[in-house]
Antibody
Framework: QVLLVESGGGVVQPGTSLRLSCAASGFTFNSYAMHWVRQAPGKGLEWVAVMSSDGSKEYYADSVKGRVTISRDSSKNTLYLQMNSLRPDDTAVYSC????????????WGHGTLVTVSS | QTVVTQEPSLTVSPGGTVTLTCASSTGAVTSGYYPSWVQQKPGQAPRTLIFGTSNKHSWTPARFSGSLLGGKPALTLSGVQPEDEAEYFCLLYYGGSYVFGTGTKVTVL
């Protein structure tokens, strides 16, 4: 079955960097676009970034553009999110999601990893 | 910055029907926005119930249906069950990027 497991979260100081990972299994990783979504404590879902199946295209939410980079390694079936210049409002649970055959169809989700940005 | 607005909360009786909508700040939504609906229960990972306006996954209960109503994506729950109490988010595609709606908390009372 499809499994998405995020890791790399933790408590970091403002202005520092962090790289999140999403280990994927149970499907042909390089056939599907992959997303990052975050949820701040007590808040709604916020889409963060997407990378196409072949890694040729990437898009970002305005709130993270220029500070965040999405990437993927098909040899490791892993999706990454490099986050720089972290701010307190980046505090959230970060989840990866697999896109199905249709735009907007996030057919499988991970449980997320918590990132806390605090001094 | 694009904002997608949903009803903050709705209450429905067991067995009743409720319709959730979402509105894009950019104007009327069409099928080209590939609207989807995501359910989230406390402490659980989200799961997508409806995608591409009205398509269902194998895990989507038959009582959930998606449509477009007056330029807004809509999610209708018919014959609501207690286990449908959750927060529901719409998701719209903007030609590369995506925006989630503000979320609707559905209470079954």
């Amino acid at each position: 079955q499809v499994l998405l497991v995020e890791s790399g979260g933790g408590v970091v100081q403002p202005g520092t960097s962090l790289r999140l990972s999403c280990a994927a299994s149970g499907f042909t990783f390089n056939s599907y676009a992959m997303h990052w979504v975050r949820q701040a404590p007590g808040k709604g879902l916020e889409w963060v970034a997407v990378m196409s199946s072949d890694g040729s295209k990437e898009y970002y939410a305005d709130s993270v553009k220029g500070r965040v980079t999405i990437s993927r390694d098909s040899s490791k079936n892993t999706l990454y999110l490099q986050m720089n210049s972290l701010r307190p409002d980046d505090t959230a649970v970060y989840s990866c999601a697999k896109q199905g055959a249709v735009y907007g169809d996030f057919d499988h989700w991970g449980h997320g990893t918590l990132v806390t940005v605090s001094s | 910055q694009t904002v997608v607005t949903q009803e903050p909360s709705l209450t429905v009786s067991p067995g009743g029907t409720v319709t959730l909508t979402c509105a894009s700040s950019t104007g009327a939504v069409t099928s080209g926005y590939y609207p989807s609906w995501v359910q989230q229960k406390p402490g659980q990972a989200p799961r997508t119930l409806i995608f591409g306006t009205s398509n269902k996954h194998s895990w989507t209960p038959a009582r959930f249906s998606g449509s477009l109503l007056g330029g807004k994506p809509a999610l209708t729950l018919s014959g609501v069950q207690p286990e449908d109490e959750a927060e529901y988010f719409c998701l719209l595609y903007y030609g590369g990027s995506y925006v989630f709606g503000t979320g609707t908390k559905v209470t079954v009372l």
